[in-house]
DNA sequence: GCGCCGATTTGCT
DNA sequence: GCAAATCGGCGCG
């Protein structure tokens, strides 16, 4: 077991980048910390994926629509969007750039590092493997919408971890999307075993 | 190991 | 009415 004494939060700064591409690979061997009265869970991000507002036809937000839904898209950057898919699943987000420019980057896949709760040989392999196992894993639902990257019971750091490789593919389950369903915004740390099956693998 | 299907909110993609 | 940024259970063989 790694020490995780080592963390450096993410800033507000990271967060306002005004390229959405850019920080869903940086996400990428990150280190999400959610704190829940005793317990302290810890995992690092291993596949993400960016949507891109206004233009990106695969975006909630594509036209700039505001809906009840969308609408925590659109605030400045550095906050969760989380939102029930398919009427039953919390998909985890995190709000990137300024105010009123509606993008995200989507949580797909983590691997837990260490839970108090849970001795480290019962993490399965599937723990952590698609969106809404993310949510499942870090006890993540619709009340922490709008929740702030910068608190101290959700945030992201930095433990100097390098992916060895990434790679890019079109992203999952936007075949609607037109043009947009053929973009390489879905990013994944090379042969990582936690991410989502190798149907999606490439 | 595969493919089909149901669950159930949100916004008409 | 229906499809959606999904997953897990079931039947098959």
Redesign the pocket.
Known sequence: MAKYNNFKKLSADFYLNPDVVDIARQLLGKVIIKKDGQTTRYARIVET?A?AGAEDR????FGN?R????ET?FAKGGIA?V???????H?L?VVTNQKDIPH?V?IRAIEPLFDSSIPSTKNKR?TG?????VT?YLGIN?KHNRTSFLSTDLFIADDQFIPEQISASP???????GEATRWPYRFFITGHPHV?PSTYNQ
């Open positions: 994926e949507y695969a975006s909630h937000a629509k809906t009840v839904r969308t898209m969007y939102y029930l898919c398919y009427g039953m699943h998909l987000n995200a989507l599937r493997s698609g969106p809404a196992l499942k619709i992203r999952i389950g936007v075949d609607y999307a989502t």
